[in-house]
T-cell receptor
Framework: RKEVEQDPGPFNVPEGATVAFNCTYS??????FFWYRQDCRKEPKLLMS???SGNEDGRFTAQLNRASQYISLLIRDSKLSDSATYLC?????????????FGTGTQLKVEL | NAGVMQNPRHLVRRRGQEARLRCSPM?????VYWYRQLPEEGLKFMVY????????ESGMPKERFSAEFPKEGPSILRIQQVVRGDSAAYFC?????????????FGDGTRLSIL
């Protein structure tokens, strides 16, 4: 079983749609959680940290369920510029080591 | 540009040569991380360094790969006697502190191609 699992997609959605991505992680000792986006295999860019209480940044909402070891990202009112690969990222998988473990990413294509 | 700086952007080497990849962290950041992304795969952790110290090298291949982060100058990822399988994008990231809740910020990467 992969340490961080994501549906690879692609998700093809029309502009203005709401789209949700899910991610599961295997190690209950994981400490911190993030969503990054990566465009065409360029550098990953931090989208947002994910907290147990849930957090929102504009059109983006992230949720963490520690009991289910499940992370989600909701994008409302999709824009063409949201087209990218969204990476679910977990830190602290190996008992405190400060290393990020990446999912393989979910590809989003927003279309006119 | 105050971001993480990596050079070169692209590096071509023949099998058996050495590759040196450089990374300067963001200003004020003393923690550096190297990740590798093989074609069609996700990013994989390689090594975590703080000035003059290797903190975690559990993701480094046992042979041919080494990393350093000297007191002065950039962090260097060195690959000796490169093979075709080393072709990948190598990303460096930095953070201000070493706690797990600190986001890591990435450089543009070095695309290494082995002929």
């Amino acid at each position: 079983r992969k340490e961080v699992e994501q549906d690879p997609g692609p998700f093809n959605v029309p502009e203005g749609a709401t789209v949700a991505f899910n991610c599961t992680y295997s190690n209950s000792a994981s400490q911190s959680f993030f969503w990054y986006r990566q465009d065409c295999r360029k550098e990953p860019k931090l989208l947002m940290s994910v907290y147990s209480s849930g957090n929102e940044d504009g059109r983006f909402t992230a949720q963490l369920n520690r009991a289910s070891q499940y992370i989600s990202l909701l994008i409302r009112d999709s824009k063409l510029s949201d087209s990218a690969t969204y990476l679910c990222v977990v830190n602290g998988l190996t008992g405190g080591g400060n290393k990020l473990t990446f999912g393989t990413g979910t590809q989003l294509k927003v279309e006119l | 540009n105050a971001g993480v700086m990596q050079n070169p952007r692209h590096l071509v080497r023949r099998r058996g040569q050495e590759a040196r990849l450089r990374c300067s962290p963001m200003k004020g950041h003393s923690h550096v991380y190297w990740y590798r992304q093989l074609p069609e795969e996700g990013l994989k952790f390689m090594v975590y360094l703080q000035k003059e110290n290797i903190i975690d090298e559990s993701g480094m291949p046992k042979e041919r790969f080494s990393a350093e982060f000297p007191k002065e100058g950039p962090s260097i990822l060195r690959i000796q006697q490169v093979v075709r399988g080393d072709s990948a994008a190598y990303f460096c990231a930095s953070s201000r502190q070493g706690s797990s809740n600190q986001p890591q910020h990435f450089g543009d990467g070095t695309r290494l191609s082995i002929l």
